[in-house]
């Protein structure tokens, strides 16, 4: 299994330009979710998704859009790219959600650099 | 889901076992505690978990108080690898709400 794939490694962005993080899972995951990470921050939810078909938003859901079509790749739109939207952005997939403790463990991809000009 | 709190940074010396303390004194009967952490620019990764019993597993063990107010993830023999943020985090069991990664602690492995 290659776990929890991320691309691209490293994005460099104008203000205003659009583009699309890739994330997939080939473990067979319900649950799936993107969070991002400022400097000396921890780690905050953007958008999850607990099925095919089923998304929600996270705690700084606003500039960000999300969508399910399969079970292995819940991709993260960025609409209009701006400068506060330089962070790490993480991919993470669970087996469950609202289940019991382990198989609410989250696997997370290695991320994504976005630097937004 | 209770809040956490957690010391901003540790040191350890190599070989010797690393106790991270975290303080859940809110937290309620069916919330789990979960531990990650994060090697410097990779994604978290899932140490252990408990509910009100210890726990061990191959990286780690989990202490928890009798009143369930605090807890200690212990690294038994510490490496240089193990330098790292540590993330406490309670979660109710069965809720749809999500993990809440607070700053973590800072543990740092010194030869």
């Known amino acids: 299994n290659a776990g929890v794939t991320q691309t691209p490694k490293f994005q460099v962005l104008k203000t205003g330009q659009s583009m699309t993080l890739q994330c997939a899972q080939d473990m067979n995951h319900e649950y799936m979710s993107w969070y991002r990470q400022d400097p000396g921050m921890g780690l905050r939810l953007i958008h999850y998704s607990v099925g095919a078909g089923i998304t929600d938003q996270g705690e700084v859901p606003n500039g960000y859009n999300v969508s399910r079509s399969t079970t292995e790749d819940f991709p993260l739109r960025l609409l209009s790219a701006a400068p506060s939207q330089t962070s790490v952005y993480f991919c993470?997939?669970?087996?469950?959600?609202?289940?019991?403790?382990?198989?609410?463990?989250?696997?997370f991809g290695p991320g994504t650099r976005l630097l937004v000009l | 889901d209770a809040k956490t709190t957690q010391p901003t940074s540790m040191d350890c010396a190599e070989g010797r076992a690393a106790n991270l303390p975290c303080n859940h004194s809110t937290i309620s009967g069916n919330e789990y505690v979960y531990w990650y952490r994060q090697i410097h620019s990779q994604g978290p990764q899932y140490i252990i978990h408990?509910?009100?019993n210890n726990e061990t597993n191959e990286m780690a063990s989990l202490i928890i108080t009798e009143d369930r107010k605090s807890s200690t993830l212990i690294l038994p023999h510490a490496t240089l690898r193990d330098t790292a943020v540590y993330y406490c985090?309670?979660?109710?069991?069965?809720?749809?709400?999500?993990?809440?990664f607070g700053k973590g602690t800072k543990l740092s492995v010194k030869p």
């Open positions: 993470a997939s669970s087996p469950r959600w609202g289940t019991s403790g382990k198989e609410e463990t989250q696997y």
């Open positions: 408990g509910l009100k």
């Open positions: 985090i309670v979660r109710v069991r069965g809720s749809q709400g999500n993990l809440i």
